[in-house]
Nanobody, 120 residues
Framework: QLQLVASGGGLVQPGGSLRLSCAAS????????IGWFRQAPGKEREGLSCINSSGSTTYYADSVKGRFTISRDNAKNTVYLQMNSLKPEDTAVYFC?????????????WGRGIQVTVSS
């Protein structure tokens, strides 16, 4: 069965760091781009970052550029999102998704999310 499960969330103080993991199974992971998204209550879903199938190309939204870093380990079927200098406005449910192609394009499968809360 196809699964994308985010983990590594929790409560962190402003300025702190977290590393999220997206564990994939049930498909040929190294053939697909993977994106990270988030959604806070009352707000639209926001695309944060994406990495292509080989890991050679990455994309970042302006809201996280310079603070977040996406990476992948195809041997472990896992994509990571290193989040530094966290702000209260980063509080949201974070989840990963599979691209329809090997690059970052539209998405056809949305995984299970994890809560990230940034608060003093």
């Amino acid at each position: 069965q196809l699964q994308l499960v985010a983990s590594g969330g929790g409560l962190v103080q402003p300025g702190g760091s977290l590393r999220l993991s997206c564990a994939a199974s049930g498909f040929a992971f190294d053939y697909y781009g993977i994106g990270w998204f988030r959604q806070a209550p009352g707000k639209e879903r926001e695309g944060l970052s994406c990495i292509n199938s080989s890991g050679s190309t990455t994309y970042y939204a302006d809201s996280v550029k310079g603070r977040f870093t996406i990476s992948r380990d195809n041997a472990k079927n896992t994509v990571y999102l290193q989040m530094n200098s966290l702000k209260p406005e980063d509080t949201a449910v974070y989840f990963c998704a599979r691209s329809r192609t090997s690059s970052c394009s539209g998405y056809d499968y949305w995984g299970r999310g994890i809560q990230v809360t940034v608060s003093s």
